[in-house]
């Protein structure tokens, strides 16, 4: 069964610019998280998706937004690109266990450099 | 706010010896822990899961103890190997919440051939 898949792997851009993330979850999930691991410091939650629907977002700035799709899959955006977005950005998928915690499965993530 | 803490951030032990890493959660409606490996450039592996209803949970080569009185996790990996060198974390979620994870900045783990 194949995993997480996060593309791309690495990702170049210069402050200002947008950058688009993309991830695919497990097969049956339907849950999809996106999380920044800066260097150093841990997961910080960025949005979770369910259903195509974005169920709850963290601490970060509108700039900060992403859609789930019919399959499921998500993307993450990021306008205004600050060079303190440099980061690795993660993508989990979990299932849906009737509103009970179930465990997030991660992808190898993107490595976002904000020159 | 929620808050779930590593005891010590770095932690060698020799090829062979068993590893005890630890986390402390703040949260007492915490219900639902999972333990994380990450290797360098990589994203984190899943190792093995607990919810609230249980004490203790084993897999292969490890061990995951809960301890709701003193909100305390820990992992133990049996026999430690070199390619269980890695950054360790744990995680908690409540039912509350949903999905809703909160996550510790890390343990890393060295093993020393």
């Known amino acids: 069964e194949a995993g997480v898949t996060q593309s791309p792997t690495h990702l170049i851009k210069t402050r200002g610019q947008q950058a688009t993330l993309r991830c695919s979850p497990i097969s049956g999930h339907t849950s999809v998280y996106w999380y920044q691991q800066a260097l150093g410091l841990g997961l910080q939650f960025l949005l979770w998706y369910d259903e195509g629907e974005e169920r709850n977002r963290g601490n970060f700035p509108p700039r900060f937004s992403g859609r789930q799709f019919p399959n499921y899959s998500s993307e993450l955006n990021v306008n205004a690109l600050e060079l303190e977005d440099s980061a690795l950005y993660l993508c989990?998928?979990?299932?849906?266990?009737?509103?009970?915690?179930?465990?997030?499965?991660f992808g190898p993530g993107t490595r976002l450099l904000v020159l | 706010g929620e808050s779930v803490g590593l005891h010590l951030p770095t932690l060698s032990v020799q090829e062979g010896d068993n590893s005890i890493i630890n986390c402390a959660y703040s949260?007492?409606?915490?219900?639902?822990f999972i333990w994380y490996k990450q290797e360098s450039g990589k994203g984190p592996q899943f190792i093995i899961d607990?919810?609230?209803?249980?004490d203790k949970r084993q897999g292969q080569r490890v061990t995951v103890l809960l301890n709701k009185t003193v909100k305390h996790l820990s992992l133990q990996i049996a026999a430690t190997q070199p390619g269980d060198s890695a950054v360790y974390f744990c995680a908690e979620a409540n039912s509350n919440t949903g999905n809703q994870f909160y996550f510790g900045t890390g343990t890393s783990l060295t093993v020393i051939p």
């Open positions: 607990i919810r609230s209803n249980m």
């Open positions: 949260n007492s409606a915490s219900d639902y």
């Open positions: 989990a998928s979990s299932l849906d266990l009737a509103g009970l915690p179930g465990a997030q499965y």
